[in-house]
């Protein structure tokens, strides 16, 4: 199930003050960077998704945030900021993995797993 259905149904349940507390300040701007991300409008979602990091996430959310940083970063040829992006999410998270389709792109691919072996 969608962690949002999950979250906004759990919230109906709740009093609206508990439910502040389970909700980090930046998942509202997370949920839009990943969008405006997937609409080709990377300019947006970066300010959205670095927004959200700087809002507050959890070590999850911020670990998606700085993917998606890099996959921006990748995109428009900025390698070095890339690798950077996926540098923070390993120390978040030093588990830290791309999914099949992820790791397969011919260039984030390749600068995530460059960050990867260097980190070992």
Not at 9 to 25: E, H, N
Not at 67 to 80: D, N, R, S, T, V
Not at 81 to 98: H, K, M, T, V, Y
Request: charged share 25%; with cysteine.
């Amino acid at each position: 199930m969608n962690p949002w259905i999950r979250l906004s149904t759990g919230c109906a349940v709740l009093a609206m003050a508990a439910c502040a507390a389970i909700v980090r300040p930046g998942n509202a701007e997370l949920a839009a960077g990943v969008r405006l991300y997937e609409t080709g409008r990377l300019d947006d979602a970066a300010r959205f998704l670095q927004r959200s990091i700087d809002l507050g996430l959890d070590e999850s959310d911020q670990v998606t945030a700085h993917k998606y940083l890099a996959f921006i970063h990748c995109a428009q040829g900025l390698e070095a900021q890339c690798g950077e992006e996926f540098r923070l999410a390993l120390a978040i998270r030093p588990s830290f993995d791309l999914d099949k389709a992820e790791a397969g792109h011919p260039t984030w691919g390749r600068v995530f797993r460059t960050v990867k072996a260097g980190r070992r």
